[in-house]
């Protein structure tokens, strides 16, 4: 089954006819257009939906250009997009919840191609302890968040060093802790390749309480992975259905900077309850997979 990757701002480089198009979050004026056009001679559109677009117009904890970008699109495609969409694909539980009267709505869950767990990894050097949080600009309170559990760690342990994406303003809030690196973010190709050769101890996935957070998706928790670590995960949804406390990482209240400083010294301290989490990392249990992607994939495997 040939699958075709269509980027905004071109026309489509093959005939629609017959075809099944996934919507990856967005439309613009040429591919609706050409969308409307094909109309009934399409197999069917699903429309897969990993954020709350219409929730992130009106959360001012976001950057402004990103909700002015969102809220363009919203106002001048969500409508047209609708009435030519078959079906939702939606990333988390109150996502699908949320967009359930919008028409036939399916769950599906992060499905990335296979990649070496962290237990099947050869071990990182351990005259450093290294942790991690690259959630981007979307998660700017994240960011600010970490600060107050970031300096106390870097203040008490000389042998950790940290590694947070950001830009200026990030910068500014981790100045003055040495080491503390500040990178800037990744374009998708480079980030997949950085995580094959480059090792984590322990990675952090806060979730503070927003609009936009509500319907997060738990994908960080493949990123940690990625990077051969364990983690500390807010509590609660999204997490909680991907990870076991004390068997593949730690859930730690979302909103308690105490127990997140008490959660990471644990883990910088006890190399053997490190070792015991990272071997617990493994894939989900249960993977959410809309019924028309495993006839695709089912169709896939007969050809």
């Known amino acids: 089954m040939p699958v075709i990757y269509w980027t905004l ?6 005939p629609l006819e017959d075809a099944f198009i996934i919507v990856v979050r967005y439309v613009d004026s040429i591919s609706i257009a050409e969308i409307e056009r094909a109309g009934t001679k399409l197999s069917g559109v699903a429309w897969l939906l990993d954020d709350d677009i219409a929730a992130s117009v009106g959360d001012r904890d976001l950057p402004l250009h990103y909700r002015a970008v969102m809220a363009h699109f919203w106002l001048r495609f969500a409508r047209r997009l609708a009435r030519v969409t078959s079906e939702i694909w939606a990333a988390s539980d109150v996502l699908a919840d949320r967009l359930a009267q919008s028409g036939p709505t399916h769950r599906i869950d992060p499905l990335p191609e296979p990649f070496a767990l962290p237990r099947e990894r050869e071990e ?11 959630g981007q600009k979307t998660h700017r309170t994240e960011r600010r968040w970490l600060r107050q559990i970031v300096g106390p760690i870097h203040d008490r342990y000389p042998n950790v060093c940290f590694e947070i994406v950001g830009d200026s303003a990030v910068r500014s809030l981790y100045k003055g802790l040495e080491r503390v690196a500040v990178r800037p973010a990744f374009a998708w190709p480079d980030y997949l390749e950085r995580s094959r050769t480059a090792r984590f101890d322990i990675g952090l996935a806060p979730l503070l309480a927003t609009p936009f957070n509500r319907a997060r998706s738990w994908v960080k ?4 992975a990625r990077f051969g670590a364990t983690g500390i995960y807010a509590d609660g949804q999204p997490y909680d259905c991907v990870v076991r406390d004390g068997e593949n990482g730690l859930l730690r209240a979302a909103q308690d900077p105490a127990a997140w400083i008490e959660a990471l ?5 006890d190399l053997p309850l490190r070792r015991q989490l990272t ?6 249990a249960s ?11 089912a169709k ?4």
């Open 279 to 284: 071997s617990g990392v493994d894939w989900p």
């Open 265 to 269: 010294a644990t883990l910088v301290e």
């Open 300 to 303: 896939d495997s007969k050809d």
């Open 9 to 14: 701002g071109e026309a489509c480089p093959v």
């Open 124 to 134: 990182a050097d351990q005259g450093w302890v290294r942790v991690f949080y690259h």
């Open 287 to 297: 993977i959410s997979t809309p019924p028309a992607l495993l006839s695709l994939f």
């Open 221 to 224: 928790y493949l990123d940690i």
